[in-house]
């Protein structure tokens, strides 16, 4: 007859666990003997190494005392639904693993390569980190609204990085926001100058078009909403481009007439 601690020692368990398969009920719990201890028989270890050969591989808890009662058919179909569990948990870990180790690669976990291929080139061409960082957040709205249009939108993108204005515009915005100055900041006056030559070029263009039902307002305002909250001096840069009769950030559109 064994202690509890022979016990676990013999079928290769803690004591902890012996006590833990006894208080729900997986583990008959023996009456103490004469001198107050638990004394175990060869049945009990038989049953505590079949429990602890089931719990290694992967079976629940809850479902180990069927399956030690259960016949050779119904032994197996149980068998076989807790390796699909398993198959399913293995997937799943697997691809929490890949995410995880995307996390080193910063932009690569939440964008698409075409956007990532996009923030690389705004870095290229000088934008600051910060910049970069608000363009990503955005882009997460973006793609979250409209993933099978990304494709779409980014060779537009790319290209108006080739446009020498735009590239000053960025430059321009990266070294406002790198800055301390307040939003009487007279840069702002000039990035508000270059966004409105560069929205009525878009405009005469083509480029904006203000009837698109494609584009529901939500992701244009959270847009919007989101270079206000990375930077306050974005509301004062919002006023100069009314005064230039133009209403908007991410989605500019024109006004009926400038105000006064």
């Known amino acids: ?15 902890r666990a012996v006590r833990h398969y006894h208080q729900i009920g997986l583990l008959p719990e023996p009456e103490r003997d004469a001198s107050g201890y638990r004394r175990y028989g060869a049945t009990a270890v038989v049953s505590l190494i079949k429990i602890r050969t089931l719990a290694n591989a992967g079976v629940p808890l809850s479902q180990i005392d069927q399956m030690l ?5 119904t032994f197996a ?3 076989q ?10 997937e799943r870990l697997e691809t929490s693993r ?5 996390l080193a690669a910063g932009d690569r976990l939440t964008l698409p390569p ?14 600051s980190e910060r ?12 793609a979250a609204r409209w993933p099978d249009r990304i494709r779409e939108f980014m060779p537009g993108k790319l290209a108006q990085l080739d446009d020498p204005e735009v590239v000053r515009l960025y430059r321009l915005l990266s070294d406002i926001f790198e800055s301390d100055a307040g939003d009487d900041d007279p840069r702002l006056v ?8 560069l929205a009525e070029q878009a405009f005469t263009s083509g480029e904006i078009y203000l009837g698109d039902e494609g584009y529901d307002d939500l992701p244009h305002d959270l847009l919007d909403a989101l270079a206000v909250e990375s930077d306050p001096r974005v509301e004062r840069l919002l006023d100069l481009m009314r005064e230039r009769g133009w209403a908007g950030w991410n989605r500019l559109e024109r006004l009926a007439e400038p105000p006064d």
Not at 114 to 127: F, K, P, Q, T
């Open 114 to 127: 075409e956007v990532v291929s996009y923030l690389d080139r705004l870095r290229e061409i000088g934008a």
């Open 1 to 15: 007859m064994l202690t509890i601690g022979q016990l676990a020692a013999y079928a290769g368990v803690t004591v």
């Open 190 to 197: 000039e990035a508000a100058d270059i966004l409105a030559c």
């Open 131 to 142: 910049m970069v960082e608000g363009e990503r957040d955005g882009w997460i709205l973006v």
């Open 81 to 90: 639904r807790i390796d699909g569990h398993l198959r399913d948990e293995i």
């Open 69 to 73: 009662e259960a016949d050779a058919s």
């Open 77 to 79: 179909e149980a068998i």
């Open 98 to 102: 890949k995410q995880i180790a995307q």
